[in-house]
């Protein structure tokens, strides 16, 4: 199965969905993220790789503005979704969230019926005009979250009474319910056994038709597997970006060498 | 291995079958532990059963009032001189002219059963029935005034020594010294018992009637200091609950986290320390006397209980707030909530099994207060109930803790009885909400 993947011809001619030039990121006078500069492609996996506290988390929290609710941080630079800067002082933080959707690292199901979880996001955006769009918007999220057939029977059945697989897969499905434009995931595997591991990737990897989609691991296996773009971090700066098969077989940068060789992280 | 013995009790050091000795006092402390653990819940548990059982063995009797039971025959020509039924002129006729008519039967039914004690002159003999008979019987009649002229069954209350000798608290050697009863009214007592006309039935007047004078103890009530304790509970709960909760979302929330809202914080926590009593003075400077408020009115008693809770509550509240977990606020964001839906949707349901055991925590201990009602007047004599309109908040009114007070300084033991009597009605209310507490909790509990 992951063999499939890695044969598979790299991705060119995607136009970036998101670049970001000279992103500093600063938790009151620590200088956490250095000077990043990164096009994330769109219809593509991108993995950012690194050792614990190399930033990897905070410049994805910086791509749909979660960091906003930091006091302390502060986000300098020019970070473009389209060409349009989402720090931009017109830019609601709410709506650009609609577009950059995010799964975080432990399974966060909101404590309601697996319906209500996925259909939150399109309530709320006004994204239905009735029930049966709604249903129809829940039921296509689940199928593509692959868990559609686990749960179709218990749709008011807790979120929260899921397996650790299934509860992030819902909140995969919660992510994509509002038809988002990127997908970012942090350490969306770390909290799950190695078949709900399985299972997650291979979504992603379908997820990546429609979305342009970001994921932060520790796990180098993972990146190799799922992504196409890999990012390496190291100590706040971005030390090689490039295509996954490179990153991995023949990476530029010593540092990036000795990460993936197991000589440091 | 082969040290150890085949009993397997080996000496041998550092073996893990012999305790080592910091082991044995490790273990001996946390035994001590647990025994002051033990102690001071078996001498919690037993201080409250004394008190329970105090209240409840001086109380529980005022639910029963000794009453005599005869028929009345209300001659037309005493209470309707005019002879036409009018309530507005039968009025004109006082408690003395009724007191009349209730001495004229009363004495016929002495005569009738037969009922004669030595030394006992009709005059005392009467003197068994209440001095509220005569109110209680007019009440009767101005309520229907169509039984004029006809023999009625009344049930009158006996006075308060009379119901104390059989409830203990009079005897025949105490009547003999005592200038109020005679122990030949006690033997005339006695006679009406064992005839079955002087009962003792459920004193519905102890819960439904206002307070009485010094002299009539049978005939006070806890109806008046009920209704306002509702009517301050209502509204203490209709301003705490919305003012409190929403002033916890948004120091959690929304806040900024500076100086100015650190020295909110510090405040808030202290106005919980506050003594009740100062929140009476501020109300009696601040709701009377520059507001012009009635004093002695439920709203104000209720006005200075929300300053009095609302404290407790925000800290209650924000503390059920910080309690839900950051991931839920992130996912929320995450899928592009707004702050205020992400805080509606799902913090405040979260929260609302702990906000809602602060809220009635909060208005428990309001319930229970009395310093502050007692400065702004709430422990004066009320005699008339409040209205059962919106309106009646601005009447006067008492409520229980006060009357609980004000009975328990009275002179007649008999309102010592009472006294106990408000404390279990105080505490049944109490347990009311203890449990609304705990089923709303149930409810909105989640267990997913």
């Known amino acids: 199965m992951n063999n499939m993947r890695n044969v598979e011809p790299l991705v060119t001619a995607n136009t970036a969905k998101m670049t970001a030039r000279k992103v500093q990121v600063y938790y009151g006078t620590t200088h956490a993220i250095k000077d990043v500069d990164v096009d994330i492609l769109d219809k593509t996996v991108t993995a950012f790789i690194g050792p614990s506290g190399c930033g990897k988390s905070t410049f994805l929290r910086c791509l749909n503005r979660m960091n906003d609710t930091i006091a302390v941080c502060k986000v300098t630079g020019e970070l473009k979704l389209e060409a349009e800067d989402i720090y931009d002082p017109r830019v609601d933080p709410v709506q650009l969230r609609a577009k950059v959707g995010m799964v975080f690292q432990k399974p966060n199901p909101f404590p309601k019926s697996i319906y209500d979880n996925v259909a939150y996001g399109p309530k709320i955006h006004g994204l239905t005009r009735n029930k049966a769009e709604l249903d129809a918007i829940v039921e296509g999220c689940l199928k593509k979250a692959a868990l559609w057939n686990e749960v179709k029977d218990r749709l008011d059945a807790p979120g929260t009474g899921l397996s650790g697989g299934q509860q992030q897969r819902l909140c995969i499905a919660r992510a994509i319910a509002t038809n988002p434009e990127v997908l970012l995931m942090d350490e969306p595997c770390s909290a799950l056994d190695p078949i709900a591991t399985a299972q997650v990737e291979e979504l992603i990897d379908e997820l990546r038709s429609q979305f342009s989609v970001v994921i932060v691991t520790h796990s180098m296996q993972q990146a ?19 295509e996954t098969a490179q990153i991995f077989t023949n990476p530029k940068d010593p540092r990036t060498e000795s990460y993936i060789s197991g000589r440091i992280g | 291995m082969t040290d150890i013995p085949a009993d397997g009790m080996a000496a041998r050091a550092g073996s893990i079958l012999v305790p080592s000795g910091l082991m044995k006092r490790r273990n001996a ?11 001071s819940i078996a001498v919690s548990l037993a201080v409250l059963a004394i008190m329970l059982i105090t209240i409840f063995t001086d109380g529980l ?28 002129e039968m009025t004109d006729v006082t408690t003395i002219g009724y007191g009349k008519v209730i001495d004229a039967s009363f004495d016929a039914l002495l005569a009738v059963e037969g009922i004669t004690v030595e030394g006992l002159s009709e005059k005392d003999a009467r003197g068994i029935l209440s001095k509220e008979a005569a109110g209680q019987l007019r009440a009767r009649v101005l309520a229907d005034p169509s039984i004029v002229g006809t023999t009625i069954d009344m049930t009158l209350w006996t006075n308060a020594r009379i119901d104390g000798y059989f409830k203990g608290r009079v005897t025949m050697e105490t009547a003999e010294r005592d200038g109020n009863v005679s122990p030949e009214q006690l033997q005339l007592a006695d006679l009406l018992r064992d005839r079955g006309i002087l009962s003792q039935p459920f004193n519905w007047a102890f819960l439904t009637g206002s307070d009485a004078s010094d002299q009539r103890p049978e005939a006070a009530g806890l109806g008046i200091s009920i209704v306002g304790s509702i009517y301050m509970m209502i509204i203490v709960a209709l301003l705490c609950v919305p003012i409190g909760v929403a002033a916890s979302i948004y120091l959690e929330e929304f806040a900024p986290k500076n100086r100015w809202t650190d020295l909110i914080e510090v405040n808030i926590s202290n106005l919980a320390a506050v003594p009740s009593i100062v929140y009476g003075i501020l109300g009696l400077a601040v709701f009377i006397n520059f507001a012009g408020l009635p004093q002695s009115s439920s709203l104000v008693g209720a006005l200075v209980l929300t300053l009095m809770t609302l404290p407790t509550i925000i800290i209650a509240t924000r503390a059920a707030i910080r309690a839900v977990p950051p991931s839920i606020r992130d996912a929320a964001l995450g899928v592009g909530a707004s702050k205020m839906q992400t805080v509606f949707d799902h913090v405040l349901p979260l929260a ?15 319930l229970g207060e009395t310093a502050p009602l007692l400065l702004i007047g709430m422990v004066a ?9 919106v309106g009646g908040i601005l009447d006067p009114a008492t409520a229980l803790p006060v009357q609980v007070y004000g009975w328990a300084q009275r002179a007649d033991p008999a309102f010592i009885e009472r006294s106990s009597g408000a404390i279990i009605v105080l505490l049944f209310f109490l347990v009311i909400m203890n449990a609304v507490a705990i089923v709303l909790r149930r409810r909105f509990e989640r267990r997913w």
């Open chain 1, 224 to 242: 190799a597997r799922v992504s196409q773009k890999t990012a390496f971090f190291h100590l706040g700066n971005l030390v090689e970006y490039g």
């Open chain 2, 29 to 39: 402390a946390e035994q001590r532990f647990r025994l002051y653990g033990v102690a």
């Open chain 2, 61 to 88: 009797s005022s639910f029963r009032q000794s009453a005599i039971t005869f028929p009345v025959l209300l001659t037309a020509d005493a209470l309707d001189p005019d002879g036409n039924r009018d309530r507005a």
């Open chain 2, 352 to 366: 609302m099994p702990g906000i809602l055991t602060g809220a009635i925590l909060g208005l428990a201990t309001a």
């Open chain 2, 381 to 389: 004599f009320v005699d008339n109930f409040p209205a059962a309109s």
